[in-house]
């Protein structure tokens, strides 16, 4: 079945489950349509372009999501999109200052490891803690237990690779990148929301997920960062951090789903 064909078979499907919608659960749909304008309306910049990847392309389990996403919105503290690290609560920043800490405590080994597992895979994951469960234990000084810190892991991209311009699905969490190796390159950066933020003017990047973004590496480096996920900072943290938990077992069953372009590194 050649590329075509399945791109033709995929727009035909989705216009029958469409039109079906539309005749038998129009209302259904309607508030699905709202939900979802009014979650991509967050984005600065709205075209044609953003509005088929959300509706029809690889933002669609996001904006099946978004009445949930936009129910978390309501519950959490403003959504600055993009963070500085002084925009979230002083016990935030405290933890993630630990954990960069010890990721530049351990960088050369951590690298060492990584380079020889890497081999010829475009880009890797090495995961320490996948939403509180303990992953690989080889780093003894993150063996410790974190109250907003989630998801700990170290992203890998090999020379000259990218990820496709794509949606994070839900907004219980934040996601924090840190680059351990800044290289003085525009061509090394992440785009969020149409921004590009380049690693060499700042390493540490905060930012919400489920905005269009993409990571992009078009140099002769490999580069290497710190990836992690936290809870929202929220007004009710306690029902976010229950709600994390509760669907951290359905999350570690389809974990491969969000990392299926990524070689997991053990």
Same mark, same amino acid.
């Given at each position: ?10 727009? =035909? ?15 259904? +749909?309607?508030? %699905?349509?709202?939900?979802?304008? +009014? ?10 372009? +953003? ?8 933002? *669609?389990?996001?904006? /099946? ?15 600055? %999109? ?30 060492? =490891?990584?380079?020889?597992? +890497?081999?010829?895979?475009?880009? *890797? ?22 109250? %907003?810190?989630? =998801? ?19 907004? /219980? =969490? ?19 929301? *149409? ?63 969000? %990392? ?7």
């Amino acid at each position: 079945m050649n590329r075509s064909f399945r791109r033709l078979l995929r727009r =035909t499907l989705a216009i029958a489950f469409f039109a079906l919608l539309v005749y038998f659960a129009p209302y259904f +749909l309607l508030f %699905y349509a709202i939900c979802g304008a +009014l979650d991509v309306m967050r984005h600065r910049r709205i075209d044609m372009p +953003l509005l088929k990847r959300y509706f029809f392309g690889n933002g *669609g389990l996001t904006w /099946l999501l978004s009445p949930f996403n936009l129910l978390i919105d309501l519950l959490s503290k403003r959504n600055h %999109y993009v963070y500085r690290l002084t925009d979230l609560p002083e016990d935030y920043q405290a933890e993630i200052t630990d954990a960069i800490d010890r990721f530049k405590d351990n960088k050369d080994y951590l690298i060492e =490891t990584m380079n020889g597992r +890497l081999a010829d895979n475009r880009r *890797g994951m090495l995961f320490l803690r996948w939403y509180d469960r303990k992953m690989d234990q080889s780093i003894l000084e993150f063996d410790r237990d974190y109250k %907003y810190i989630k =998801t700990i892991a170290v992203s890998v991209f090999n020379k000259r690779q990218n990820t496709k311009l794509h949606f994070g699905p839900l907004r /219980l =969490t934040l996601r924090v990148l840190y680059n351990l190796t800044p290289v003085h390159d525009d061509n090394v950066f992440i785009e969020v929301g *149409g921004q590009k933020h380049f690693w060499h003017d700042d390493p540490l990047f905060i930012f919400d997920d489920t905005l269009l973004h993409r990571s992009l590496n078009d140099s002769d480096n490999i580069r290497y960062c710190l990836f992690m996920d936290i809870v929202r900072p929220s007004a009710f943290p306690g029902l976010l951090t229950f709600l994390l938990k509760a669907l951290n077992m359905l999350l570690q069953k389809i974990k491969g789903i969000f %990392y299926k372009n990524w070689s997991v590194i053990r």
